[in-house]
Structure formats: C-alpha cells, structure tokens
C-alpha cells in the first residue's frame, strides 16, 4: 500500500516507460497531469524510444503520494518511476563506479530494501535486458557493502536503476505501492497451454491490472454469465470459462472446438451490433475492430439498459490522436449513464495491447434489470 504520507524530496521529476510509438501520448498525459496539479515541467519524448522523461522545474517537495501521476493513473505508462540522478557517459567496462559515486550522493539515511534494473521495450533497448539480469547481482553486492541495503524482511523503498542505453542509467527510488510490480513493467504471464489463441494474455492481464484481488473474487464467481462480441476463435471466452462463467459468443467466425468443449461457451452467429440478451448478464465482454465511438455507444447502451453490469472492451485507437479518441469514447459513456447513476471506468495501454487500449467500466447503480 501507498503511504498517504510519502512526498517526492528531492526527487527531479518522473521516468515512465511506455510501448515504443506511444510516447507522445504517454508526454500529452504527463503535461495534463502537470496542468491539474499545478506542477510545471518539460517532457522529453523521442519517437519510438519506449520512455518518456518528465522534468520537474519546480521542487516536488509538497506533492503528495495520491496525486503523483502513478503507472496506474496514465493510460499509457507501464512503469513511472520518480527519478533522482541521472548518471551518463557510463564506461563500458566499469559501469558500477559511477553508479556508486551516484548512490553515495543520496542522503546517508537512504537505505532501500532492494535493487531492480530496467530497460525500455524499445529497439536499442531489449538488448540491454541480459546485461540487467546480470549486473543485479554484483550491484546489489557493492550496495550492501556500503550499508545501502536494508537487512532481509525490511520493506521499504525500493532502488531502481532504469538503462535507456548502455551509457546512461536514471536512478530512481519509489515507496511501496507506487511502482509496478515488474520493474520494465511487462507482466509474467503464462500461456496456458490448453489456451485456443494468445488474447487469452491480453485478457488475464486486463484482470489483473484493472480490477484489484477483492474485485477478481467478487466480480467473477461460479454460476455467472457473460456475453463475448465478437468472439472468435474463444481466447476471451475460454478465459472466462476457467472461472467457471458461462459464456454466449458471438460472432459469425468459428470458435475453436476446444473453446465449446468446455461445456460453459454457447457459439451464436450473429451481428454484435444488434444483438441482445433475453436477460441480464453479468458481464459483457467485446473485442470487435470498430470506431471507438461506435463501440463506446455499444457499451453505454448495454450498461444503460442494465443489459451486463460489468464491461471489458477494447478501443482500437486510431494512429494519431489516440488521446483525443479515449476521452471522446469515455464521454460518450459518463453523458449516456450520467442519468443512470453513472459509470466507473478504468482505461489502460497494457503490454499485450498494440494499437488499442482496454477498459473496464461498472455502472455504478445497484439495481439489475430481470427476465424481459
Ligand atoms: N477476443 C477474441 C479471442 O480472444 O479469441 C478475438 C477477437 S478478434 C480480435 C475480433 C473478432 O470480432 C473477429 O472474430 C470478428 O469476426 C469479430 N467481429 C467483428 N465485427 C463483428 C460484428 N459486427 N459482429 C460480430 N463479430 C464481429
């Protein structure tokens, strides 16, 4: 958990990585973010490099920790991380002397619990991936040495080194709760193997990003149902179905035989756009390639009826104003349920995601709508 109490001294502003192409909307987020917040800064977003660097220019001290622009808070980062020091002109053959120089110039009271090294996901960066893996170890050595390690079982901040070339590392360190969980932010998920396609990743991601552990075992029980639009082959469907949620699929492509062998998915072919359910359903699921406007229409009248109480879908986003396009899908949502109690959404670029982003919206009135 994020302490309430926590403030960003001395920190000089925030790294965030980010899907190579997408770092002008990830620096848009940034410089809206700093716009709300009052706190005035210069990005630095080069096209295709996977980060995006904001510098402060005024001192962070009295930023608060639920008002930092966290990886969870921008769509588009998959890491954000504040950033302390930034150590250039690394020596390819001592690349630690520096880094400790670096460390050393910390106040004597900074004692992190452990190290994580990252990378951008970018084309001059995934090399570096085997050198962080293998520098963690001899970094983690000289920092204990130098008493900057915590004793085991001591949670606290953590050190972050982020790598966007082999000369350059921004040292960066973050309280509990505000980092992602995997330092470059791309999440360990394993392919099941019985999975019928790899959007099955896609949707265990948005899962487990969107929805909190209490959200996953409230919202997706045994005995519920759901609708998937757009369908085919099953990846979403199948998924569902491991939580033992009945599923009506459709689409006027085939779903893969394994997907109906499991019982609890039910083919239809039909058009997801007229389409609708004889009752109420859980959640509604949606996959289609379409406009983002169209699809937020789709999704505002499914949750205005009270047709699913939950929705997952994705906007495939169009290549430039890709911001402009989520908050004109999200309006369209908040006007068309502002009358009905309203809508939460939570929006989010995940590492499985290319030219689209995943939402999760829950209309926020209790009542269901029966049997018509
Ligand atoms: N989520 C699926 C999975 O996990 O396997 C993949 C879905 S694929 C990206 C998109 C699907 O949407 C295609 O199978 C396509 O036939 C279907 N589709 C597109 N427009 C549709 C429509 N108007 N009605 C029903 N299905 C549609």
């Keep these: 958990?994020?302490?309430?109490?926590?403030?960003?001294?001395?920190s000089n502003g925030f790294i965030a990585l980010c899907r190579p192409g997408f770092e002008k909307a990830l620096a848009q987020e940034f410089y809206r973010?700093?716009?709300?917040?009052?706190?005035?800064?210069?990005?630095?977003?080069?096209?295709r490099n996977g980060f995006v660097v904001?510098?402060?220019?005024?001192?962070?001290?009295?930023l608060a920790a639920e008002a930092?622009?966290?990886?969870?808070?921008?769509?588009?980062?998959?890491?954000?991380?504040?950033?302390?020091?930034?150590?250039t002109d690394l020596p390819a053959g001592d690349r630690l002397t520096p880094i400790l120089a670096a460390v050393e110039q910390f106040p004597p009271e900074a004692v992190f619990e452990g190290i994580e090294l990252a990378f951008p996901d970018s084309e001059a960066g995934r090399p570096l991936s085997r050198f962080c893996r293998r520098f963690e170890k001899p970094l983690t050595c000289?920092?204990?040495?130098?008493?900057?390690?915590?004793?085991?079982?001591?949670?606290?901040?953590?050190l972050y080194g982020v790598f966007t070339d082999w000369s350059t590392v921004w040292l960066c360190h973050a309280p509990p709760g505000l980092a992602a969980p995997s330092a470059s932010g791309i999440p360990r998920l394993r392919m099941p193997r019985e999975a019928p396609s790899r959007s099955v990743l896609k949707l265990a991601e948005a899962l487990l990003v969107l929805l909190t552990d209490k959200e996953r075992q409230r919202f997706l029980k045994p005995g519920m149902k759901?609708?998937?639009?757009?369908?085919?082959?099953?990846?979403w469907s199948w998924q569902f179905a491991q939580y033992g949620i009945e599923v009506t699929a459709i689409d006027n492509g085939r779903i893969a035989p394994r997907v109906t062998a499991t019982g609890m998915v039910h083919p239809i072919a039909a058009d997801g756009f007229k389409w609708r359910p004889r009752r109420s359903v859980d959640w509604l699921l949606c996959d289609m390639v379409e406009q983002p406007s169209r699809i937020a229409e789709l999704m505002a009248a499914w949750l205005a009826r009270g047709d699913c109480r939950h929705a997952l879908f994705n906007l495939k986003l169009p290549m430039k104003k890709r911001l402009a396009a989520i908050d004109d899908a999200l309006a369209r949502l908040r006007r068309r349920m502002g009358s009905q109690g309203g809508v939460e959404l939570r929006v989010k670029h995940l590492y499985h995601d290319r030219e689209e982003v995943t939402v999760y919206a829950r209309a926020l009135r209790g009542a269901r709508r029966g049997r018509r």
Excluded: T, Y
């Design 226 to 235: 759901a609708v998937d639009l757009g369908a085919a082959p099953g990846g």
């Design 1 to 10: 958990m994020l302490s309430k109490e926590h403030k960003f001294k001395d």
């Design 33 to 47: 973010w700093s716009g709300q917040k009052g706190m005035a800064g210069v990005c630095r977003a080069d096209d």
């Design 54 to 62: 904001f510098s402060a220019s005024m001192p962070m001290d009295d």
């Design 142 to 158: 000289a920092l204990q040495e130098r008493e900057r390690l915590a004793p085991k079982g001591n949670p606290g901040e953590m």
């Design 68 to 87: 930092a622009p966290s990886w969870q808070r921008l769509i588009f980062a998959r890491q954000v991380l504040p950033w302390f020091v930034q150590v």
